[in-house]
Structure formats: structure tokens, C-alpha cells
């Protein structure tokens, strides 16, 4: 068998911006909080941490592409909640393409947090209202995967 190569749960290294969605405020605060717990208990550096508020889910992307150049991983948060018009088709697509693309094109882990429910209790279902939190959950795999990207 060949190597196995695996990222580790080591944030003490890493340089980790967040990118926070201020539409939806409410559930964003709650994913940031998961974000940020996350990090500290795998040892990352509040001096090593920044977070950055965008208007929306929308202009994730651009801003992602800009901090990538500079960490070693983006996390991505928000919420996109179904209304009664497709606006949240557009803008849930759009988030996740850009966000796949900066990752992609950046060679930096971009890590997408945006929820994407139906309605708000869904939303803050997972921001944290109960067991359990996507921002946590996004924090966890930036660490896992910008330790990996620096193994390969």
C-alpha cells in the first residue's frame, strides 16, 4: 500500500479568515460563534483569526478571492432562507459557484458555511439552536484541509 497521506486537527499554525454574511445577522452570529469555538479548542491563535463582514451571502465570493491570497484557509458564512420568490435560487447558486471557484483557482481551502433552509427555524436549528453547528462543522474542515494541503 502507498502513502496515506491525512490532514490533522491542528488550527495552532494556521492563518484563518472568516467571511460572515451580515444578511440574516441573527443566524450568522450563531455560525461565527461555532466558528470561532471551533478554532480556539484546536489551539488556533486569536492573533491568527480575522473576521470579515460582508452585506451578503452574494459578495462572499469576491472577498474570499482577495483574503485567499493571504491565509491558509476562508471560511465562507451565512444564510440564504427560501422566500416566495426564486432570488434564492440566484443567490444560494451563485455563492456556492464562486466559493468553489476561489478555492479552486486559489489552491486555498474556501470552506462553504452558507445554510441554505427553507425556513428560519431551520436556520437557527443549525446555527446552533440546537446540538450541533454548521459554523463548527465549517471551522473542522478548514483546519483538516488546510493541514492536508500543506502535507501534499
Not at 502513502?3 to 443566524?27: C, H, P, Q, T, W
Not at 478571492?65 to 426564486?86: E, H, N, Q, S
Amino acid at each position: 500500500m502507498g502513502k496515506i497521506i491525512e490532514g490533522n486537527l491542528d488550527a495552532g499554525k494556521l492563518k484563518v479568515a472568516i467571511i460572515v454574511s451580515r444578511f440574516n445577522e441573527l443566524v450568522s452570529k450563531g455560525l461565527l460563534g461555532g466558528a470561532e469555538d471551533c478554532l480556539k479548542r484546536h489551539g488556533a491563535k486569536e492573533s491568527n483569526l480575522d473576521v470579515v463582514w460582508v452585506p451578503g451571502a452574494y459578495e462572499i465570493p469576491l472577498v474570499a478571492k482577495k483574503l485567499a491570497k493571504d491565509y491558509d484557509a476562508v471560511i465562507c458564512l451565512g444564510a440564504v432562507i427560501r422566500g416566495a420568490t426564486p432570488h434564492f435560487e440566484y443567490v444560494a447558486g451563485e455563492a456556492a459557484k464562486g466559493i468553489a471557484k476561489v478555492s479552486l483557482d486559489s489552491g486555498v481551502p474556501v470552506i462553504f458555511g452558507i445554510l441554505t433552509t427553507d425556513n428560519l427555524e431551520q436556520a437557527l436549528e443549525r446555527a446552533g439552536a440546537k446540538p450541533g453547528n454548521k459554523g463548527f462543522a465549517a471551522a473542522m474542515s478548514a483546519i483538516e484541509l488546510a493541514n492536508l494541503i500543506k502535507e501534499i
